[in-house]
């Protein structure tokens, strides 16, 4: 089992739909979570980040928390062609190790 | 802000030949930075973690010869691909993160990658 696990996609979702990206992780002592976004032939980019239980908002994008079930979440609501690209997850684990996911492929149908 | 600098954005040269790759925080001071290595449609490989001031910390299977890692100052660190060969061709990235050292929780900010290339 992968320590950080995210389903590799690609996921198509139409444009002006809610886009919904899941992550998992196995360490349950784990601190901070991370969502970057990454364009083909590009360095990543931070999107949001997360250290709480619950949700937590920036425009269109909702990070979602769950330690008890360990996973967490990124919601694009009014999905855009630009929305395209794939998306990490990163988790910090109890010994600040960060482990980075393989990444979600995220298409947006015009 | 949190702007981090990555030079050059693309390096073509001949194997044998050794190339160097700058990572500077712009507006900020970072105790940490990584290097990281990622081949075509694969994810982040962490390579190292570089400290101002100490020895760069290598990941398992990664020859601190061949890469050699310079973190001078709060601003620059450095990635030296030593004697590069074609399997050595892949898009390097750097990363530096606020905060003091490792245990900081803040989040890493990625330079523009450089696209290695050898001939």
């Known amino acids: 089992q992968k320590e950080v696990e995210q389903n590799s996609g690609p996921l198509s979702v139409p444009e002006g739909a809610i886009a919904s990206l899941n992550c998992t992780y196995s360490?349950?002592?784990?601190?901070?979570f991370f969502w970057y976004r990454q364009y083909s032939g590009k360095s990543p980019e931070l999107i949001m980040f997360?250290?709480s239980n619950g949700d937590k908002e920036d425009g269109r994008f909702t990070a979602q928390l769950n330690k008890a079930s360990q996973y967490v979440s990124l919601l694009i609501r009014d999905s855009q062609p630009s929305d395209s690209a794939t998306y990490l997850c990163?988790?910090?684990?109890?010994?600040?190790?960060?482990?980075w996911g393989a990444g979600t492929k995220l298409i947006i149908k015009p | 802000g949190a702007v981090v600098s990555q030079h050059p954005s693309w390096v073509i040269c001949k194997s044998g030949t050794s190339v160097k790759i700058e990572c500077r925080s712009l507006?900020?001071?970072?105790?940490?930075m990584f290097w990281y290595r990622q081949f075509p449609k694969q994810s982040l490989m962490l390579m190292a973690t570089?400290?101002?001031?100490?020895?760069?910390?290598?990941e398992q299977g990664v020859e601190k010869d061949k890469f050699l890692i310079n973190h001078a100052s709060l601003t620059l660190s450095t990635l030296t691909v030593t004697s590069a060969h074609p399997e050595d061709s892949s898009f390097y990235i750097c990363?530096?993160?606020?905060?003091?050292?490792?245990?900081?929780?803040?989040?890493?900010?990625f330079g523009d990658g450089t696209r290695l290339s050898i001939l």
């Open positions: 997360i250290y």
């Open positions: 990163a988790v910090r684990r109890s010994n600040y190790q960060l482990i």
């Open positions: 570089s400290n101002e001031g100490s020895k760069a910390t290598y």
């Open positions: 507006d900020f001071q970072a105790t940490t």
């Open positions: 360490d349950r002592g784990s601190q901070s």
């Open positions: 990363s530096a993160k606020l905060g003091t050292g490792v245990y900081s929780n803040q989040p890493q900010h």
